[in-house]
C-alpha cells in the first residue's frame, strides 16, 4: 500500500526539520507515504508562505495530504484547495488570531484533522474549537502547550490513523 505524499509546513519561529517533523515524516513512512518538508525561513508573510507552499506542491503526481504546525497550519488550510490535497492534518493551527481574523482561511472540502493543546499560550484552543465546529472537522485536544512536543506520540497516533483511513 502507498499512502500520499506528505508535505510539511512548519510553524514561524522554527524550520522545516525540527523534532515534531523529523518523527512525523518517520511515521508516515511506514505507511509507504514519501514525506517533504519546505522551507519558509526568512518568509514572514503568511500569503508568500502559501504561494511557496503551491509552487512547491505543482511538481508532485500522486495524492497530497498536507501536514502544517501554527503559522503552517494555516498556510496548508489555505493552499489545500489549490494544490488539490486529499487531506489536512494541523496542529495548533494559528486561525482567528487577534487583529488577522479575516485572514483564516476557508476549510477546504477535504477530511480535516487538528490537534490542539490545552494549554497553549500562543493560538488559543478556542481558536480551533471554533474552526473545527464551524467546518466539523475532526478535533483532538490533548494535554499540551503550542509546541506540542511532550505529545509527539500522540500526534503520530492520530496521524497515522487519519493517513490510513484516507487511504
Not at 83 to 95: E, K, Q, R, S
Amino acid at each position: 500500500m502507498t499512502g500520499p505524499a506528505v508535505i510539511f509546513s512548519h510553524g514561524q519561529e522554527s524550520g522545516p526539520w525540527g523534532t515534531k517533523i523529523k518523527v512525523m515524516a518517520e511515521a508516515v513512512s511506514r505507511f509507504g507515504c514519501t514525506a517533504e518538508s519546505v522551507d519558509y525561513q526568512g518568509i514572514e508573510d503568511p500569503s508568500a508562505r502559501v504561494d511557496k507552499l503551491i509552487d512547491y506542491c505543482g511538481n508532485i503526481d500522486e495524492p497530497i495530504l498536507l501536514v502544517g504546525s501554527s503559522m503552517g497550519g494555516h498556510v496548508a488550510t489555505a493552499a489545500a484547495d489549490s494544490v488539490n490535497a486529499v487531506g489536512l492534518f494541523v496542529l495548533a493551527p494559528a486561525y482567528y488570531m487577534p487583529g488577522y481574523e479575516d485572514l483564516t482561511p476557508a476549510a477546504p472540502k477535504i477530511p480535516i484533522s487538528i490537534v490542539h493543546g490545552w494549554h497553549d499560550d500562543i493560538v488559543p484552543v478556542d481558536n480551533s474549537i471554533r474552526f473545527a465546529r464551524e467546518c466539523s472537522a475532526t478535533l483532538h485536544i490533548v494535554d499540551g502547550d503550542h509546541r506540542l512536543t511532550a505529545n509527539i506520540e500522540e500526534i503520530c497516533y492520530y496521524l497515522m490513523r487519519f493517513v490510513d483511513q484516507l487511504s
